[in-house]
């Protein structure tokens, strides 16, 4: 499976002092596990870029609003297995930390004319509730659809690949939560709540978003779908003539019936 980074942890970009008064003291580690201290305007830009999933502060009070009106589009790139451009669909960075393997065998897991909506990488843990053949702390990743949430994860050396899926009409709300680095999203099942952690910072409200407006609309063509039933109204005459049966079976007395006679005689 494919193994849990710690996202999470601080010391995964900074380490060192944390001195508000001075910037230049947060230090990267690079990679022969040295620290250098961040300096440059590049390293800084590019620290911000990995904190907001790709939209960097100048442009991030610029996002769209996320709608499903662009449906169409959804199912074209996910007919042409465009996952990049699924997530600046969204206004996000397509998020493959840790999940290559997953990505690119994404499409064979998807189900005929399955339209995928947005894609995230995170940790998913069991719960007390869990089966014991659910999720494990591995990263998987996370995608929603048009069918379910889907979630894959590669063996690390071998070709074969764990799935799990839950369908749409299983999910009462989804929401998400964002930290200072990485942001979390959260499957209300009713008997549980399932978790993705860990997950890039844009993503996650992203996923919440969309997966809410989906549901919400799913259930709007469920209710526009269903037969109504038209309850037809008793005409005056269909009432006296009930109430005749009632007098002549003994069932009312003769004042009972020239009460209830007079009162159906108004309706006419």
Known sequence: MTPAYPRGDLGFMFCGDHDQSSLGRHRRLDGTGLSSTLRSREVWENASLWINGGLTPRNKSTVKEICLENLEK?????????????????????????????????????????????LTSGIVKHSDSSNSSDFGSNTWLAVLTDQRFLFLDCAMLTSSVDTQSIRHDRVQAVSSSQGFLLGKIMVDLGSRVLTIDNCQKATVSVMAT????????????????????????????????????LRAMGALTEEEFNTVKAKIITQF
């Not at 074209?76 to 990049?84: P, V």
């Not at 549901?215 to 009930?242: A, G, H």
């Open 210 to 245: 969309l997966a809410n407006r989906w549901l919400q609309e799913l259930n709007t063509r469920r209710q526009s779908s269903s037969p109504r039933v038209e309850v037809q109204q008793e005409s005056p005459l269909d009432k006296l003539t009930k109430l005749a049966n």
């Open 74 to 118: 959804y199912a074209e790139l996910t007919r042409e297995a465009d996952w990049e451009a699924i997530c600046e669909l969204n206004d996000v960075r397509l998020d493959s930390f840790g999940t290559k393997k997953e990505i690119k065998v994404l499409t064979n897991h998807l189900e005929a004319e399955e339209v995928v909506f947005a």
